[in-house]
């Protein structure tokens, strides 16, 4: 993974996953050009939060992954361009599904053809395992159908046949990386896992409120997945074929639940909330990543344990909260 002077785009920079991989390219010597959803409050999202070693040696651009031109302006001349910039919140794609059409699909058609015409060496393109719904067969290998059990994971779905599609009438140079669930430091609320430690950790909260616990996820901590990124940027990999980035563990919501009470030494009761809970048909009930077809490849493999992610993560929480430094982000970043 030498990205040692290399000229590298990371769309979606601002959010989870994308400042931890912005991070990690800074660290590989990568010149990194952070793209921020513009907004109006002079935010670069979690970019803000990079130690200053790090974010004094980005350049920090903002602007919105649907307008082309701007795009086709910033992809000139990068070596590599990771895109992770997409809406993600699930609940959200019920309630404003075209606004997830125009930035995952349409987002993701624009950060192509802007490689295709300045020859970008690679694009890696960010898939998730929301595509394959609930698993047919365990565990999900790339074969697995997909299912668009939401409009969010639809309309991920139609970004990853663009990619497959751009790749195979134009030789395009991209590669699929598909994330099963992450989560670490900076996952904002929206996602289970900091949704279960904010409350347990708060002590405004006298009760944990939690949806259907039932669900088995395959969770990986987002070093991990950032390492995946990094590799699918630099190894010899297909173009055009999607490969799964998970633990290849599974845990039931109530498994993290128990474990992250175990960890805190909290004893809060719980309560299952049901405004929650997905529509019956859209929960996708189970997530095991089969990442071999990665490994084989690479020799990548997640090497974070859960209790190891999970005590990392509280530490990660405990810091914000005494230090009343506690935000949502925006479900734009990734």
Known sequence: MNYRGRKVLVTGA???????????????????????????FDS?????????TIRSQLNL???????????NRI???Q??????????????????????????????VNVLEAARQWETERVVHTSTSEV??????????????????????????????????FARSFDTPVVIVRPFNTYGPRQSERAIVPTIIRQVLD????????????????????EDTAAAFLTAGSAELEFGRPYNAGSQRAVTISDILDLVLELSGTKKPVHRDERRLRPQNSEVRALLADSSRLEGKTGWRAQTSLREGLERTIGWWEARLSEGRVRHEMSYMT
């Not at 651009?61 to 795009?71: E, I, K, M, P, Y």
Request: hydrophobic share 45%; aromatic share 8%.
């Open 75 to 77: 992809v000139r001349g």
């Open 44 to 52: 670069h999202g979690w970019l803000d939060d990079l130690p200053d």
């Open 79 to 108: 070596a590599v361009v990771f895109h992770l910039a997409a809406l993600i919140a699930i609940p959200y794609s019920y309630a404003a599904a075209q606004s997830y059409v125009e930035t995952n699909i349409l987002g993701t």
């Open 203 to 222: 002590k405004n909260c006298p009760a944990i409120m939690v949806g259907d616990t039932s669900p088995i996820r395959d969770l990986t901590f987002v």
């Open 132 to 165: 394959y719904g609930t698993a047919l067969t365990m565990p999900i290998n790339e074969s697995h159908p997909l299912q668009g059990q939401s409009p969010y994971s639809a309309s991920k779905i139609g970004a990853d046949m663009m990619a497959e599609s």
């Open 14 to 40: 601002d959010g989870f996953i994308g400042s931890h991989l912005t991070e990690a390219l800074v660290r590989n010597g990568a010149d990194v050009t952070a793209l921020a959803l513009y907004n109006s």
């Open 61 to 71: 651009v903002r602007g919105d992954v649907r307008d082309s031109a701007f795009l």
